[in-house]
């Protein structure tokens, strides 16, 4: 059977017990087709990048599966059905990745205070964001030519 990775966006108003049964859902037809879950994350209430649909924030689910064609077939054509999801989205991949996802490694790493060694600068450098130096005129000082 193939591998997939299966991720829903689910929308902003609905109780975190809602967005478990539609997991729950998606689950059995995965199951009724001969597949199977092989983990499920939930990521949380996010903001999103742009407005869908009027809602500016969606519940994000990740599901791996270990199922056949037909299963994932199934399981969007049941997805675009319902109203509770706002986007959703399925590839297929070689291998399942160990351990936590990417997206949950982050969510550890911020819970930490981990800015990943920069301090508080960023990357702005030794002179910051003012950009060139001009006298009171505006233009630019002569440099040096040595």
Do not use: C
């Not at 689910?10 to 092989?38: C, M, N, P």
């Not at 508080?120 to 030519?145: K, S, V």
């Amino acid at each position: 059977m193939a591998l997939y990775e299966h991720v829903f966006l689910a929308r902003q108003d609905l109780a975190q017990a809602q967005v478990d049964a539609l997991t729950e859902t998606a689950t059995k037809i995965i199951e009724e087709f001969g597949g199977r879950i092989v983990k499920s994350e939930t990521w949380g209430l996010r903001t999103l990048a742009y407005r869908i649909a009027k809602n500016r924030k969606a519940h994000y689910v990740m599901l791996e599966i270990d199922g056949p064609a037909a299963a994932i077939n199934e399981l969007e054509r049941q997805i675009a059905i319902n109203e509770d999801i706002i986007r959703y989205m399925t590839v297929r991949t070689e291998t399942h990745e160990e351990g936590p996802s990417a997206m949950m490694r982050r969510n550890e790493r911020s819970e930490r205070g981990d800015r990943g060694g920069r301090g508080d600068r960023g990357d702005r450098g030794d002179r910051g964001d003012r950009g060139p130096r001009r006298d009171d005129r505006g233009e630019r000082p002569e440099r040096d030519a040595a």
